[in-house]
């Protein structure tokens, strides 16, 4: 009976996999699926009908499985399980004694032959395929196609004692200075010592997602330390002062923000901190915290009571509303800390809009403040990017203009501020786009500090349509070139590629092509005939195949074979379309805002590429108002005054699994130097993604940037799953990790507290749009006390 059985549900398998087999093969797709189905049918059948030849059918499908498999994806572990574990687990069950006791095979002239004096003759070629297959696996297990290894050569330079315009054992910004690069000259915890760290302290913000909460947090933190405290802000914009010794609370500031459902984010990445160059006796606040809010005011407090400073705009406050076209509560706001220009004792701060709502959006100007009084200095309008002097009371900026929702760096010494652009919304229709917005969408733009004029850009992606963002902090350094040392500017982008530009001219420094791209845009549309790609790239290496599909098992897979057929797609920069478009590397990023840690010593990039498609699919606005793909406000992805709306969805799985394969997310090292990606290992496992705690090292996305320090040791805290790691900078080992309560998609950061210690900061607080477990935790790890 249980042989019967077991051909009834291997027949009914066979039938579902026939049917999406036959639907794959009219789309172009695979055979394989169809001929596996009907060995899954001829295998149920004869089984139902008690026949041994059912082992046999079985071994043949399990040894064309393995070549084909293998003729697919080589000795890929993570590529090898789905395609094979359903039809293994099938043939260990048919080698059971209770399913193959009853079985019987033709004898003499067509007389049934007793099972048992043919069992092994029987049983041997699906034991031996089972075997064979076990071996694949085996091989497969131990190797990894997709690791690099490599090492960065040593190299050797002298830092000043105040390299990045601070003393060492300071962070004084979101990147630690100016410069963006996320170093830390710090080496008291090296490659030899990572592995004893420990914590020693941690504080509990007491801003929790709350259940009454209209947005999800996100709690993207880098907290800032100034002498001996620490500057943080929460994601409802509470401003924090710590000991930086010890972690106890110094004092709070809560703007109250009010709830607004019409936010895109409710989030902070970090506060900033403006030092005033020589300071009256008794004057107010000489030492300030700056806190860009939700509800788009900028806030001065003083960075020792936390008191709003009384002296900069209304009571301590400049309404970043004021000028802006279309004022709706919810759809301006900031959650980036402003950069801070003490020399010349400027805030400068950008902002973001909700995304694809309207094309009658609030402008993404960029505005220059007076750090000490509030007053506007300068206002750089990238669609009137020639005035730039003080905008009339009377007057707006330009709307729907492309904005800086990123960090900005800054260098005084040549005058200078870099700002990461947005792209011009909405993302997936550019219709309607102005030359000033075609210029300076999705690029770099450089502003002389003073006055704001426009000093040079450099675009990273020709008439955006993927959302493809500049999303993070640029990294300036001295690059040492054949010709000496270069003034460089380091830009990571969503798309891949690492742009190496000399921030003088935004000239490139390493080699910068053109590629042609995908045409085909949707009515009233164009797309551009090719797109710049750098010599330093961490694209996928080819366009996505059938072959590169994935599912927890063969069924899941196969469907997303067919999903994939299903769609548009030509490579990158596939225009969007009515039909569904697969955009790979997808609007999550292989960058996002966490960006990319250089060394200036090593002139050396560490970096977390990820690797997620999404679908995006127009949908015609036959009413103006109608939603077509949100439920109320906002209004996301609606485009009200578009021809389209756009569905756009993570690529995935009827289980929710990616679609594509893994590894998902690295950790990378690339030499400034040559331009090549020295070394790359996949990252994270999927232990806290999975129904089953499984640690498997499959590679996750990490969302939140990386510190890396003179020590030789890296830091990252922001992958899927919880946990805080090192690494060796040279080579990508893993030297050391330790277990987080929470998600920690944030970028750690490293200090030197007043007792000498060097200890490393990691906040793990959640991400809501990741759906990692919430939390509020601030922790300091340091090595044991007395070594």
Known sequence: MVAVISGYIITALGIALGVGGVWLIVLGGSWYYALCAAGFLATGLLLAARRSLSLWVHAAVVLGTMVWALWEVGFDWWQLAPRGAVIVVIGLWLLLPWVTRPLTQAGPQGRPASWPASRKAAAAPLAVAILAAGAVALVAVMSDPHDREGRIPERTAALSDGYGGQPAGDWRAYGRSAFGDRYSPLDQINRENVHRLEPIWTYHTDDVRRPDDPLETTYEVTPLKIDDTLYLCTPHN????????????????????????????????????????????????????????????????????????????????????????????????????????????????????????????????????????????????????????????????????????????????????????????????????????????????????????????????????????????????????????????????????????????????????????????????????????????????????????????????????????????????????????????????????????????????????????????????ENATKNYVSNGEPGLNENYGAPFAVDLHPFVSPLGLPCTAPPWGYVAGADLMTGDVVWQHRNGTVRDQAPVPLPFKMGVPDLGGPVMTAGGVAFISGTLDYFVRGYDVATGEQLWESRLPAGGQATPMTYRAPSGRQILLVVAGGHGSLGTKAGDAVIAYALPEGG
């Open 238 to 621: 509470h401003v924090i002062a710590l000991n930086a010794e010890t972690g106890e609370e110094r004092w709070r500031f809560d703007p109250h923000v009010p709830d607004e459902t019409n936010r895109q984010h409710l989030t902070c990445r970090g506060v900033s901190y403006h030092e005033s160059a020589s300071p009256a006796e008794g004057a107010l606040c000489p030492r300030r915290i700056f806190m860009p809010t939700a509800d788009a005011r900028l806030i001065a407090l003083d960075a020792r009571t936390g008191r709003p400073c009384p002296g900069f705009g209304e009571e301590g406050t400049v309404d970043l509303w004021r000028n802006m076209p279309h004022h709706k509560e919810g759809f301006y706001y900031s959650t980036s800390p402003p950069a801070v220009a003490d020399g010349l004792g400027l805030v400068i701060v950008g902002g973001a809009v909700n995304d694809n709502v309207s094309t009658n959006e609030p402008s993404g100007v960029i505005r220059a403040y007076d750090a000490e009084t509030g007053a506007l200095v300068w206002n750089w309008d990238s669609g009137n990017p020639d005035e730039t002097a003080p905008i009339a009371p009377n007057r707006t900026y330009t709307e729907n203009s492309p904005n800086s929702w990123s960090i900005l760096s800054v260098d005084e010494a040549l005058g200078m501020v870099y700002v990461p652009m947005g792209n011009h919304p909405p993302d997936q229709w550019g219709g309607n786009r102005s030359p000033q917005a075609e210029r300076f969408s999705s690029s770099v733009v450089a502003l002389d500090l003073a006055t704001g004029q426009l000093r040079w850009v450099f675009q990273t992606v020709h008439h955006d349509l993927w959302d493809m963002d500049v999303p993070a902090q640029p990294s300036l350094l001295e690059l040492v070139t054949p010709q000496g040392p270069r003034p460089a500017i380091v830009v990571p982008t969503k798309q891949g590629d690492i742009y190496v530009l000399d921030r003088r001219t935004g000239e490139p420094i390493l080699p910068v092509g053109e590629q042609p791209a995908p045409q085909g845009a949707a009515a009233g549309d164009h797309a551009a005939p090719t797109q710049p790609v750098s010599s330093l790239t961490f694209r996928p290496p080819r366009p996505l195949e059938g072959r590169d599909m994935w599912g927890a098992t063969l069924f899941d897979q196969l469907v997303c074979r067919i999903r994939f057929r299903s769609l548009r797609y030509e490579g990158m920069y596939t225009p969007p379309s009515e039909q569904g478009t697969l955009v790979h590397p997808g609007n999550f990023g292989v960058f996002n805002w966490g960006g990319v840690a250089v060394d200036p010593v090593r002139q050396m990039v560490f970096a977390t590429p990820a690797y997620l498609p999404f679908v995006s699919r127009l949908i015609p606005r």
